[in-house]
Antibody, heavy 120, light 107 residues
Framework: EVQLVESGGGLVQPGGSLRLSCAAS????????MSWVRQAPGKGLEWVAN????????YYVDSVKGRFTISRDNAKNSLYLQMNSLRAEDTAVYYC?????????????WGQGTMVTVSS | DIQMTQSPSSLSASVGDRVTITCRAS??????LNWYQQKPGKAPKLLIY???SLQSGVPSRFSGSGSGTDFTLTISSLQPEDFATYYC?????????FGPGTKVDIK
């Protein structure tokens, strides 16, 4: 079964850090672009970051640039999001999503999401 | 960045109704437009990719059309399980954007 499982969410104080993980199974992880998408409580979807199959290209939404880092370990079939200097507005459910062979593809597989709460 | 808008923001419809949702991009995105369905507390689900291609396993009552800046998602005969929020998303640029969503609820 094709599956993405996120972990690492939780409560963190403003200015703090958190590292999210996404474990992939049931497909050849190293063949796909991967992404993080978030959704603040009661709000719409917001794309956060993309990473190419070999990690050589990364793209971020402006609001997280310089604070968040997307990475992957193809040997471990895992995707990561290192989040630093967290702000209240980063509070959201964070989804790991499979993008496709090409950057222009769609998000065809999603994880169940992990909640990140930034609050003092 | 490319801005995406959707209309309406919400609509009320009955089972069996034909429903159309519109998505507009702030610049041409060719056919790099995808549609997702999201139910409360659940992850989004891909319905339509590349503007008009039906994702595997998605019922044929869902269809998409358009290119350039204007796109539509049509549900030909609304079913009880279709009450949800629908999002469009562009994958034309290196930085993706979603529309604000359209909530479809029961009349």
């Amino acid at each position: 079964e094709v599956q993405l499982v996120e972990s690492g969410g939780g409560l963190v104080q403003p200015g703090g850090s958190l590292r999210l993980s996404c474990a992939a199974s049931g497909f050849t992880f190293s063949s796909y672009w991967m992404s993080w998408v978030r959704q603040a409580p009661g709000k719409g979807l917001e794309w956060v970051a993309n990473i190419k199959q070999d990690g050589s290209e990364k793209y971020y939404v402006d609001s997280v640039k310089g604070r968040f880092t997307i990475s992957r370990d193809n040997a471990k079939n895992s995707l990561y999001l290192q989040m630093n200097s967290l702000r209240a507005e980063d509070t959201a459910v964070y989804y790991c999503a499979r993008l496709g062979f090409r950057l222009g593809d769609a998000f065809d597989i999603w994880g169940q999401g992990t909640m990140v709460t930034v609050s003092s | 960045d490319i801005q995406m808008t959707q209309s309406p923001s919400s609509l009320s419809a009955s089972v069996g109704d034909r429903v159309t949702i519109t998505c507009r991009a702030s610049q041409s995105i060719s056919s790099y437009l995808n549609w997702y369905q999201q139910k409360p507390g659940k992850a989004p689900k891909l319905l339509i990719y590349a503007a008009s291609s039906l994702q595997s396993g998605v019922p044929s009552r869902f269809s998409g059309s358009g290119s350039g800046t204007d796109f539509t998602l049509t549900i030909s005969s609304l079913q009880p399980e279709d009450f949800a929020t629908y999002y469009c998303q562009q994958s034309y640029s290196t930085r993706f954007t979603f529309g604000p969503g359209t909530k479809v609820d029961i009349k």
